[in-house]
């Protein structure tokens, strides 16, 4: 079964996936976050350094493009082709606001015909393997029964579903429906995503979906970065696992950023880190608070050194914290 790593925003770049490769591995792909290219082509200092070969040397990285234009696709998806990746993968799933308001992402679904055209002209001329992640519908999961069998006419490398429409965010329950649908009329891989936080929760997706060729785990395995290993039957969360990918992130991004912006991106990390950790709030909120490295540094062992592993690590939708508490 193949695991693979969801493309996080502003999350799950070159400097993480590089850190966790380090530190755990266990991951067949990573899927990169995406970019969203300009008829020129002009990619942005975060973007270009994300995409280089150099950064991502070592492991198996997909970039994820996010395009409405099959023109700009095309030519983004060449470009890659020529950095030396081997895949890339289409958006068809971000349900963020700013990116549905321009028409990409999930806005997609909206319109079959339209989406049709657009897979037309992109199969029909990449030289390259194109995935594709989506959901199952803007507004509703009745769309699914028009949109699957657009996706069934193509050679579409492999199918990353989540199963809720762009309405829903994160929120409510996978539609299942919409999976058994795909396993059914798809003759490409099929790969599922979206609300696995435990060992269990792969186990349980497994054993009722043979027919899968993989799951890709995102929050999940940010909170509980163990995870897989947990899964191949290894060692679960320890807390020495936490505090060596911490401080491991947080070297690099001393490298490569400002102290404060360093500082300030380890916040992000901090946060689903808590989600695993049995330990009184104000300990987190401390290391939140912090924007020195000195001081943020201090506050975060001192975090570590009060927390203890929770029984069940696992992302916990309900709350932004531990213990019901919000960060």
């Known amino acids: ?23 755990f591995g266990g991951v067949d792909k990573y899927f990169m976050p995406f970019i969203s290219p300009s008829p020129s082509l002009s990619y942005t200092g975060r973007e270009a350094f994300d995409l280089s070969p150099a950064q ?4 198996y990285a997909v970039p994820q493009i996010l395009a409405r234009d099959a023109v700009c696709f095309l030519g983004a998806a060449g470009d890659l082709r020529e950095m030396g990746y081997g895949e890339v993968n289409l958006n068809l799933g971000c349900p963020s606001g700013t990116v549905t308001g321009k028409g ?4 997609m679904l909206r ?3 339209c989406l049709q055209r657009f897979l037309d002209q992109v199969y029909a001329n990449v030289s390259m393997p194109v995935s594709i992640k989506t959901r199952i519908g803007f507004d509703t999961p009745k769309e699914w029964e028009k949109i699957l069998p657009v996706f069934a006419r193509y050679p579409v490398h492999e199918l990353i579903l989540h199963p809720r429409t762009r309405q829903q965010l994160y929120r409510g329950t996978p539609h299942l429906q919409a999976l058994e649908a ?14 696995l936080f435990t060992a269990g929760d792969v186990e349980n997706l497994l054993h009722a979906y043979p027919g899968l ?12 970065p163990a995870l897989l290993r947990e899964l191949g039957g290894g060692e679960k969360l320890q807390m020495e696992d936490l505090v060596r990918l911490h401080d491991h992130l947080l070297r690099a991004c001393m490298q490569l950023r400002s102290p ?8 992000v990390f901090v946060k689903y880190f808590a989600h695993s950790m049995d330990v009184p709030v104000r300990y987190v909120r401390a290391a939140l608070r912090e924007n020195k490295p000195e001081a943020y540094q201090e506050a975060v062992g001192e975090m570590f050194r ?6 069940c690590p696992r992302y916990d939708q309900e709350n932004a914290a531990p213990n019901g508490a919000s960060l």
């Not at 991502?56 to 492991?59: A, F, P, T």
């Not at 059914?184 to 979206?194: D, F, I, Q, R, S």
Request: hydrophobic share 45%; net charge positive; aromatic share 6%.
């Open 111 to 113: 319109d079959v015909d």
């Open 56 to 59: 991502n040397r070592g492991l």
């Open 1 to 23: 079964m193949r695991m693979y790593f969801a493309p996080m925003e502003g999350i799950t770049d070159a400097i993480f996936r590089q850190a966790y490769q380090a530190c």
């Open 213 to 224: 060729s993989g799951v890709m785990l995102g929050r999940g395995l940010l909170s509980n």
């Open 306 to 311: 009060m927390a203890s592993i929770r029984e």
């Open 182 to 195: 795909a396993l059914e009329t798809l003759k490409c891989p099929v790969v599922y995503n979206g609300d």
């Open 104 to 107: 990409k992402g999930a806005a």
């Open 260 to 267: 404060i912006g360093a500082v300030g991106r380890m916040h």
